[in-house]
């Protein structure tokens, strides 16, 4: 029935508003539906995905293809509008039943749209006193929220040259080697031993929290033969320690956590490079919780590999990770005899991508996070107005007036050496008599402020503070006492 209209509208003196009438009532025809005049005051909606397959326009020349659907499209989406009118007049409860059979859509999708994603988007405002992330400050935010330019685009470039000197200040290295990896610190973490390490060789990992065991984790899956130094969540390790261990198992690679925050450790730098460097051995750091709030100093501390998170001290959100190689562990890197596990994490690729390789053209690698740049090339800006110096006196000052304000509640510290303790991140030895998970529930219905317990090995034996960054505050010192102290007077006790 509906083939024949065509030749009307492939005759040019035929009038367009004459058409459009046809066309209009012929597509009714063609739906299945009941014949109904436009001229009363019914509005109706044309279902496109109903009349769009019987529209057969291969019949026709090109010319009149273009007009039909052209015709098409401006008429139904005319139609649509007067619909959307009707369903507001005083006719609509009366037209209610012919509208509804107009409107019913047939369609191929059987998994109707989630509820959930038909509301609006809702994040409670929490105060993050974890040990990451941290609190987002405004103006990395607002960074973030720019609108993305390409990632192959030659101010995307720049960008991402100014993130390499950002990063190269923030670990006090002139590594051309530098970069940030598209993920959080366990992507710098992968890329490290991955592009480091071979299957069989022989490495030697430092655990005394969850990070080394994390770290040995990715190394054997990788194939390499892993060897432990073991102590409990924050015990360290003197280097006579480590360098017997290191004569002993000859590793090619040893890792050390300098901010171990499932403990709240700040581990002891000094002097490891060098027995490394002795025993022919590439020396890896985690400084994910510590990168600004501790000191550490790559090139004078002979670190080899050293990584960190963009959310904590950074107060970026999470979703990059800086890291940098010195000459040697490019050397190692670069000479392997097997390609790297991951193809993500492979350095001879990253390298170019982030213009380390030399070359003078950067080639398609990966799609990196663009507004993860953004807002980790301006917590880096903000750090490098600050100063090192000044946020590292800033993380030690309020991280003191945390634990006077514990101890005068009555708490204690789990790490009883100051000096070893953690500045971003204060472990509380668990209080007698108390459910951790109570207090920690308790604090964040009432208070709304986030505080967690210990993660792998230190799961109950410790709650743990985080003030980093832009939380870095005494005010927020004394919220996070304030919350405590209301926990411990109301919340009850475990019956002994």
Same mark, same amino acid.
């Given at each position: 029935?509906?083939?024949?209209?065509?030749?009307? +509208? !492939?005759?040019?003196? +035929?009038?367009?508003?004459?058409?459009?009438?046809? *066309?209009?009532?012929?597509?009714? *025809?063609t739906t299945g539906q009941r014949p109904v005049s436009f001229k009363s005051s019914h509005k109706i909606r044309l279902n496109l995905s109903v009349c769009l397959p019987k529209l057969h326009l291969g019949y026709l020349g090109t010319r009149t293809s273009v007009m039909m659907q052209r015709a098409f499209f401006g008429r139904s989406l005319l139609l649509a509008q007067q619909a959307a009118v009707g369903l507001d007049s005083p006719l609509a409860p009366r037209s209610a039943p012919l509208l509804q059979r107009l409107e019913r859509?047939?369609?191929? /999708?059987?998994?109707?749209?989630? !509820?959930?994603?038909?509301?609006?988007?809702? /994040?409670? @405002?929490?105060?993050? *006193?974890?040990?990451?992330?941290?609190? /987002?400050?405004?103006?990395?935010?607002?960074?973030? =929220?720019?609108q993305i330019i390409g990632h192959t685009h030659t101010e995307m470039y720049e960008i991402m040259n100014d993130?390499?000197?950002?990063?190269?200040?923030? *670990?006090?290295?002139?590594?051309?080697?530098?970069? !940030?990896?598209?993920?959080?610190?366990? =992507? =710098?973490?992968?890329?490290?031993? &991955?592009? %480091?390490?071979?299957?069989?060789?022989?490495?030697?990992?430092?655990?005394?929290g969850i990070w080394g065991e994390r770290v040995a984790e990715i190394a054997e899956r990788m194939g390499a033969n892993v060897h432990r130094m073991v102590k409990t969540p924050g015990g360290y390790f003197t280097n006579k320690e480590i360098e017997q261990a290191i004569a002993k198992y000859k590793p090619v690679l040893f890792f050390l956590a300098h901010g171990e925050s499932s403990a709240g450790l700040c581990h002891p730098v000094d002097g490891i490079g060098d027995i490394c460097r002795k025993h022919n051995c590439l020396f890896l750091v985690d400084t994910v919780a510590s990168l600004g709030a501790a000191p550490i100093f790559m090139d004078k501390q002979n670190i080899d590999i050293l990584y960190c998170g963009s959310q904590k001290a950074l107060n970026a959100p999470p979703g990059t990770a800086p890291i940098s190689f010195n000459d040697r562990a490019c050397h190692k890197m670069f000479n392997r005899k097997t390609k790297p596990v991951s193809y993500l994490f492979d350095m001879t690729q990253l390298s170019n991508y982030w213009g380390c390789d030399g070359k003078p053209a950067r080639v398609y690698h990966h799609t990196g996070p663009v507004s993860g740049f953004f807002a980790l090339r301006e917590a880096l800006a903000i750090l490098a107005e600050k100063g090192l110096e000044e946020s590292w006196k800033k993380h030690k000052e309020v991280a003191a007036y945390l634990y006077r304000g514990l101890e005068d509640l009555g708490l204690k510290l &789990?790490?009883?050496?100051r000096d070893l303790r953690l500045p971003s991140v204060t472990t509380i030895a668990i209080p007698d008599g108390y459910?951790?998970?109570?207090?920690?529930?308790?604090? @964040?219905?009432?208070?709304?402020?986030?505080? %967690?317990?210990?993660?792998?090995p230190s799961?109950?034996? /410790?709650?743990?503070?985080g003030l980093m960054g832009y939380n870095c505050e005494k005010t927020n010192a004394d919220l996070a006492l304030h919350a405590l102290e209301d926990a411990l007077k109301n919340y009850k006790k475990r019956r002994a």
């Amino acid at each position: 029935m509906y083939w024949r209209m065509w030749p009307i +509208f !492939a005759c040019p003196s +035929f009038s367009s508003k004459r058409a459009d009438w046809l *066309f209009e009532r012929r597509l009714l *025809f063609t739906t299945g539906q009941r014949p109904v005049s436009f001229k009363s005051s019914h509005k109706i909606r044309l279902n496109l995905s109903v009349c769009l397959p019987k529209l057969h326009l291969g019949y026709l020349g090109t010319r009149t293809s273009v007009m039909m659907q052209r015709a098409f499209f401006g008429r139904s989406l005319l139609l649509a509008q007067q619909a959307a009118v009707g369903l507001d007049s005083p006719l609509a409860p009366r037209s209610a039943p012919l509208l509804q059979r107009l409107e019913r859509p047939m369609s191929s /999708v059987t998994i109707p749209p989630p !509820a959930c994603m038909l509301r609006p988007l809702e /994040v409670p @405002m929490r105060y993050l *006193f974890g040990p990451g992330p941290s609190n /987002v400050p405004p103006r990395i935010l607002a960074a973030g =929220a720019r609108q993305i330019i390409g990632h192959t685009h030659t101010e995307m470039y720049e960008i991402m040259n100014d993130i390499k000197k950002g990063i190269q200040y923030a *670990f006090q290295t002139e590594n051309h080697m530098t970069i !940030a990896m598209s993920g959080s610190g366990h =992507a =710098a973490m992968e890329c490290a031993v &991955f592009n %480091t390490v071979e299957p069989g060789e022989s490495v030697l990992i430092s655990i005394n929290g969850i990070w080394g065991e994390r770290v040995a984790e990715i190394a054997e899956r990788m194939g390499a033969n892993v060897h432990r130094m073991v102590k409990t969540p924050g015990g360290y390790f003197t280097n006579k320690e480590i360098e017997q261990a290191i004569a002993k198992y000859k590793p090619v690679l040893f890792f050390l956590a300098h901010g171990e925050s499932s403990a709240g450790l700040c581990h002891p730098v000094d002097g490891i490079g060098d027995i490394c460097r002795k025993h022919n051995c590439l020396f890896l750091v985690d400084t994910v919780a510590s990168l600004g709030a501790a000191p550490i100093f790559m090139d004078k501390q002979n670190i080899d590999i050293l990584y960190c998170g963009s959310q904590k001290a950074l107060n970026a959100p999470p979703g990059t990770a800086p890291i940098s190689f010195n000459d040697r562990a490019c050397h190692k890197m670069f000479n392997r005899k097997t390609k790297p596990v991951s193809y993500l994490f492979d350095m001879t690729q990253l390298s170019n991508y982030w213009g380390c390789d030399g070359k003078p053209a950067r080639v398609y690698h990966h799609t990196g996070p663009v507004s993860g740049f953004f807002a980790l090339r301006e917590a880096l800006a903000i750090l490098a107005e600050k100063g090192l110096e000044e946020s590292w006196k800033k993380h030690k000052e309020v991280a003191a007036y945390l634990y006077r304000g514990l101890e005068d509640l009555g708490l204690k510290l &789990f790490i009883p050496e100051r000096d070893l303790r953690l500045p971003s991140v204060t472990t509380i030895a668990i209080p007698d008599g108390y459910d951790w998970m109570g207090l920690l529930t308790y604090i @964040m219905k009432h208070h709304q402020i986030e505080m %967690t317990g210990g993660l792998g090995p230190s799961v109950g034996m /410790v709650m743990r503070i985080g003030l980093m960054g832009y939380n870095c505050e005494k005010t927020n010192a004394d919220l996070a006492l304030h919350a405590l102290e209301d926990a411990l007077k109301n919340y009850k006790k475990r019956r002994a």
